[in-house]
């Protein structure tokens, strides 16, 4: 071949390289739910209807160890999308702003504009409205408050700016609330987004099962209260420090809520109930966006992502809602189905929420941005049955816990200096009801983790 012949053919194997790129760069539907815990079937929940989220878990890997860097949404959702970690500094309260990440953190938006997607938020992605200013498109659905009741008389109540109650069962259509008017707006974008054929990152933030438990009676009707059971820990630990316990504030402000002291048990079940028939109806509009996804032959060239921004206690350990450092507050459901990737797997590896957008830089091809804190779940994704991370941390205020293996160990460092531990093993106590760092035995292992958790906040700022 001469050399101009070997120029040309350069030139060609570049340019059908570069035509290749663009016609495999896969979609991202990424799809958010506001609260939710892992209480989905696919989980091993068996009481818990969520047939849409689990036929996404078969066509895809369920990674049953995620955890949030924070449990509350929006310090969640502002490390997740700008792939940076929370610190004592940033990214402490619901209404974080991605901001805090600091000018040198491309935010997954800006990263999926400048490779030419077209990105869209449809409802509660970041939590701050405009938070976020360079998505094409950022799309909010309209009522007279985020509470979005139906029912005349709370909706009275909270155009007065009084509290409602903390859930409303009617038999109404699906259509009312937010979330299926979030998966209608949705789908009607996959229709212009496939007609358009650019590559696009389509993020979708669903409300339920965040409070109030607002659920059509249909979705309440598929569960027989009396079959619900309370959490099998479901007092505060003896053991456990004062400072790991919280008043739960954000129930309590529901009308039907005592102000203080536990909850009495029917009202408690009710609750539960209230919060499963909201899992059961957000399935339920997940179901018909990978409906759309399918039907629309998308789904070959879209990766879809479905996490939750934090956990949530159900009265487990004694305490309702997010903002602690007990497993239930920190775990999240996390499925990645992706073309040619594996299907129906579950992964043990430790995954966090800050792992997302570099898992996302490699299923779509593209570069990583150096500031990114986490890790790429890529491995895990390609063999699911190998463990290849056995380690996470979340802080929730001053408390920061460090999960390795089976060890959940969180120190709140207070202002005398004076350090506060919880320590649970999971191999053998899953429900952390024995405060391990309060045995002398446990010295050792206590050291080794808080050495550990010193070194592993050392390798970022
Ligand atoms: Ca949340």
New binding site residues.
């Given amino acids: 071949m001469n050399n101009f012949l070997k120029y040309t053919f350069i030139l060609s194997v570049v340019f059908q390289a570069a035509a290749q790129d663009i016609k495999s760069a896969k979609n991202v539907l990424f799809i958010m739910v506001?609260?939710l815990r892992p209480e989905l079937n696919v989980y091993g929940q068996d009481l818990i209807k969520s047939p849409n989220i689990d036929a996404l878990a078969a066509a895809g890997t369920t990674f049953k160890r995620a955890y949030c860097n924070v449990p509350v949404?929006g310090a969640s959702r502002a490390s997740l999308l700008s792939g940076v970690r929370p610190t004592a500094k940033r990214f402490l309260k619901y209404y974080s702003s991605i901001n805090e990440a600091g000018p040198n953190a491309q935010h997954i938006v800006d990263y999926f504009n400048d490779r030419g997607y077209t990105t869209i938020s449809n409802n509660k992605i970041t939590h701050l409205k405009n938070d976020i200013k360079t998505w094409d498109e950022e799309w909010h659905p309209k009522d007279i408050s985020w509470r979005n009741y139906q029912d005349p008389k709370n909706r009275d109540l909270d155009a007065n700016k009084k509290p409602g109650p903390a859930y409303e069962r009617l038999a109404v259509e699906d259509s009312v609330y937010f979330d299926a008017q979030t998966a209608y707006k949705s789908i009607e974008d996959l229709k212009k987004l496939k007609a358009n054929g650019q590559p696009f990152f389509l993020a979708v933030g669903f409300v339920k099962p965040?409070l109030p438990f607002t659920a059509p009676k249909k979705y309440w009707d598929l569960y027989d209260e009396s079959k619900i059971r309370l959490p099998k820990q479901s007092t505060f630990p003896e053991t456990a420090p004062k400072i790991a316990n919280h008043k739960w504030g954000e129930l309590r402000a529901y009308k039907d809520i005592p102000k203080e002291g536990p909850i009495p048990e029917d009202l408690a079940k009710t609750l539960i109930h209230a919060y499963y028939a909201s899992v059961s109806f957000v399935d339920a509009q997940i179901g018909e966006l990978i409906n759309a996804l399918d039907a629309l032959e998308l789904r070959e060239s879209t990766v879809v992502v479905l996490v939750g921004?934090?956990g949530w206690s159900l009265s487990d350990h004694g305490l309702w809602a997010k903002h602690s450092n007990f497993e239930v507050a920190l775990q999240v459901p996390m499925i990645i189905s992706a073309p040619g990737l594996s299907e129906n797997k579950i992964s043990n590896s430790v995954a966090e929420l800050v792992d997302l957008y570099p898992t996302l830089c490699d299923l779509t091809s593209g570069k990583k941005p150096p500031h990114l804190q986490g890790n790429s779940l890529i491995s895990s994704l390609q063999n699911p049955d190998k463990i290849y991370k056995s380690t996470a941390l979340a802080r929730w205020q001053k408390g920061e816990t460090l999960i390795e293996n089976n060890y959940f160990y969180t120190e709140w460092t207070l202002k005398s200096n004076r350090i506060q531990r919880m320590l649970y093993d999971h191999s053998i106590d899953p429900y952390e009801t024995i405060n391990l760092a309060t045995l002398r035995r446990y010295d050792k292992t206590v050291e080794n983790l808080s050495q550990q958790l010193k070194l592993f906040k050392k390798s970022f700022n």
């Fill in positions: 506001d609260d949404c965040h921004d934090h």
